[in-house]
């Protein structure tokens, strides 16, 4: 490691720190690789946990391929709130009182959100227009427009109810904000949500509980370099 980097190449599974930003993990095995080409192959939000795959030295150009496979969630939604981000990132405001839905509305809400669909990004998200990531406007309170996207949502299965909270496992492709289907669910049910939680749990056939901890790995890099010394 850091040694030939143009021999080198290597695909770490790590599981993301909560409040850790996707490019925070990549400039920290940077540093301890001592490696210029590191990067992620797709973002998790700073409050999300989960599978993050990072490719370092020649894996880098693999980037796209990790990134192009379907991926999997599991979370939580609040209903009856929202918020302007659609997670806990921004202040939770009230909308509507949703104990009086029952579980087939809820199951039916997420039914019509599986398949091929149309979904419109968060205004806070790394989604850049005009050269400029949105989230960077929407924090200043400037609206920007985004248009509807295809995704395909292979899976949306409710595994628990418990009102206002439902928890969720989500298979889906690439491109897909897991946060707007939190507030396309509230919408729909015509109560506002927001995402109260979420874990990516796989990307293709590389699972979480093949994943490091970050501390751990970190550790496991510099004894490999001190008995390589």
Known sequence: MGLQEKAYGEVFLVNKPYRWTSF?????????LRVKKVGHAGTLDPLATGLLIICAGRETKNIDRYQAQEKEYEGSLVLGKTTDSYDLEQEVRDIADPSYLDDSAILAAAQSLT????QVPPAHSAIKKDGKRVYESARKGIAVHLDARPVTVKSFEITQISLPEIHFRIRCSKGTYIRSLARDMGEKLEVGAYLSALKRTAIGDFRLEKAWELGDLIDKIYKERNENL
């Not at 925070?24 to 301890?32: E, I």
């Not at 398949?115 to 149309?118: A, C, K, T």
Request: a positive charge; zero cysteines.
């Open 24 to 32: 925070d993990v990549v400039k920290k095995l940077r540093n301890a």
């Open 115 to 118: 398949g091929d669909i149309l």
